[in-house]
């Protein structure tokens, strides 16, 4: 069924470009974030993750990019594939605690 | 889905019945978690538990309660379910060690639960 709401922003892109897709924070004292996917009627799936010593995280054609300055991060998608299109979730843990928060969640659509 | 799995998939109930959803682990890890998912409110955290017998409350525990008898397993009861508990819920699990125990979170496929 489905599992994700059905007003998130979406992001449609043609397969083969690049995809970016953006998240801001609000705990600036925040010292980790991470990416996840969830395709549709399944769980989240660890993508990538950042530690704030670092401006940016290079995966198998995923980076992921962390502006402190602005709170920003954003996960860049290399060579979009169809198989790309899912919920893709920021995270980062509460209070440095084990609870992780996670954002609301932007939908890419891959167009073939 | 690496080890965990949620049960039942799928269950419709009326209001003012307990329900009791099951999530199995077969990786040894020590924290296992709680979230709901609901339009416009992303997951939402309801309990988690660091151990066998210790858990703590999330985000949003109001009305749920959850045990953790052995490492492997961990349920989540709503003891008097309620219209606004109709949700997916997901379970999940992390190896974690200290502060950094979430790390890297293990997802089960969900459990559509739909309260009448």
């Known amino acids: 069924g489905e599992s994700v709401g059905l007003h998130l922003p979406t992001l449609s892109v043609q397969e083969g470009d690049n995809s970016i897709i953006n998240c801001a924070y609000s705990n600036s004292a925040s010292d980790y974030f991470i990416w996840y996917k969830q395709e549709s009627g399944k769980g989240p799936q660890f993508i990538i993750d950042?530690?704030?010593?670092?401006d940016k995280r290079q995966g198998q054609r995923v980076t992921v990019l962390l502006n402190k300055t602005v709170k920003h991060l954003s996960l860049q998608i290399a060579a979009t594939q169809p198989g790309d299109s899912a919920v893709y979730f920021c995270a980062e843990p509460m209070d440095s605690s084990y609870k992780l928060i996670f954002g609301s969640g932007t939908r890419l659509l891959v167009r073939p | 889905d690496a080890g965990i799995t949620q049960s039942p998939r799928h269950k419709v109930t009326e209001t003012g019945t307990p329900v009791t959803l099951r999530c199995h682990q077969t990786?040894?890890?020590?924290?296992m978690y709680w979230y709901r998912q609901d339009p416009g409110h992303g997951l939402r955290l309801i309990h988690y538990?660091?151990?066998?017998?210790?858990?703590d409350k999330g985000e949003v525990s109001d009305g749920y309660s959850v045990s953790r008898s052995k490492t492997e397993d961990f349920l989540l009861t709503l003891e008097s379910a309620t219209s606004s508990q109709t949700s997916v819920y997901f379970c999940?699990?992390?190896?974690?060690?200290?502060?950094?125990?979430?790390?890297?979170?293990?997802f089960g496929s969900g459990t559509q639960l739909s309260v009448l």
């Open positions: 538990s660091y151990g066998v017998k210790d858990t």
């Open positions: 990786e040894n890890h020590r924290y």
């Open positions: 999940a699990m992390s190896p974690g060690t200290g502060i950094e125990a979430n790390e890297k979170l293990f």
């Open positions: 950042i530690r704030s010593n670092m």
